[in-house]
């Protein structure tokens, strides 16, 4: 069982904490928990084995590119096989920037990330599973992101509007004038 780290490249520090790549040569049959890291992930399966994962009593085989939303319970479960797994780490602020829906949609479930945008995650899916280089397929999933970064700028505008917002009534909690705070950032108040 091999486990590597890999650092994303500097204009993706922002937005993904790591990406990893899991291999296991073993044909071996194994349970574990995982434990909530906050975080979301995105997993491509590249290899013969199966993994599931436990919904109630009951296990159920994960799709060949997971889309991990936030955990925050612990998750049992199973694999069989060997595994070659290519994983990217979200922060969790930042998972929002790449996808369109609403990330909580996601939350204590392992959804199918080719259903959730379609054709581009089975083209990369497909890419990957081509690619046996690892450094190679770091910088296809890394190229994939810039151009959903990109796609997405309308909406990182309004992530950021938001969290200045945010921040500006941390900063001053006794400003309560939504009509103000609104003004202020070029927003729309309705009464």
């Not at 291999?23 to 049959?29: I, K, M, P």
């Not at 993994?51 to 109630?56: A, I, L, N």
């Not at 959804?111 to 450094?135: R, W, Y």
Request: contains cysteine; neutral net charge.
């Amino acid at each position: 069982m091999e486990f590597k780290h890999f650092q994303p490249s500097d204009i993706l520090k922002p937005y993904v904490r790591h990406y990893y790549i899991f291999e296991s040569d073993a044909d071996v049959e194994f349970e574990d928990t995982v434990f909530p890291s906050g975080d979301m992930e995105l997993i491509f399966n590249l290899g013969e084995g199966t993994w599931e994962s436990s919904v109630g009593d009951k296990f159920f085989k994960t799709p060949k590119i997971e889309l991990w939303g936030q955990i925050t319970k612990p998750l049992p479960i199973r694999s069989k096989g060997r595994h070659t797994m290519l994983g990217i780490k979200f922060f969790t602020h930042s998972a929002g920037y790449f996808f369109s829906d609403e990330i909580g949609l996601f939350n204590d479930r392992i959804s199918d990330f080719g259903d959730v945008i379609g054709s581009p995650a089975k083209t990369l899916h497909m890419q990957l599973l081509e690619t046996k280089d690892p450094h190679k397929r770091i910088a296809q999933v890394e190229c994939f992101l810039l151009n959903r970064l990109i796609g997405g700028q309308k909406k990182s505008f309004r992530i950021d509007k938001v969290a200045h917002i945010l921040t500006s009534i941390k900063r001053n909690p006794s400003e309560n004038n939504l009509g103000a705070i609104a003004s202020r950032h070029g927003v729309t108040c309705i009464s």
